[in-house]
């Protein structure tokens, strides 16, 4: 078990695993189609593509807080 403090950090980790993986899919799968070496290449994608996700998601997490605030109406105080 790791300590409360790498919340944030595996999340990350594993969102954008899961994330990478099924698009590294979906997208080898559009582009190249079924062939005998698929699961390679995807697999290949895969590691290119978590390895750009992972700190990509640092990136792009504080604007998608911002942007998710502006769109979510605050709940009115019943007095």
Same mark, same amino acid.
């Given at each position: 078990?790791?300590?409360?403090?790498?919340?944030?950090?595996?999340?990350? /980790?594993?969102?954008?695993?899961?994330?990478? /993986?099924?698009?590294?899919?979906?997208?080898?799968?559009?582009?190249?189609? *079924?062939?005998?070496?698929?699961?390679?290449? *995807?697999?290949?994608?895969?590691?290119?593509?978590?390895?750009?996700?992972?700190?990509?998601?640092?990136?792009?997490?504080?604007?998608?807080?911002?942007?998710?605030?502006?769109?979510?109406?605050?709940?009115?105080?019943?007095?």
């Amino acid at each position: 078990m790791f300590p409360a403090k790498f919340q944030a950090v595996i999340f990350a /980790f594993i969102m954008s695993g899961f994330m990478a /993986f099924l698009m590294s899919g979906i997208l080898t799968f559009i582009n190249l189609g *079924w062939f005998s070496g698929f699961v390679g290449a *995807w697999l290949n994608a895969y590691v290119y593509a978590h390895a750009c996700a992972f700190p990509l998601v640092f990136v792009f997490a504080p604007l998608s807080r911002r942007l998710t605030a502006r769109l979510i109406k605050a709940p009115q105080v019943q007095r």
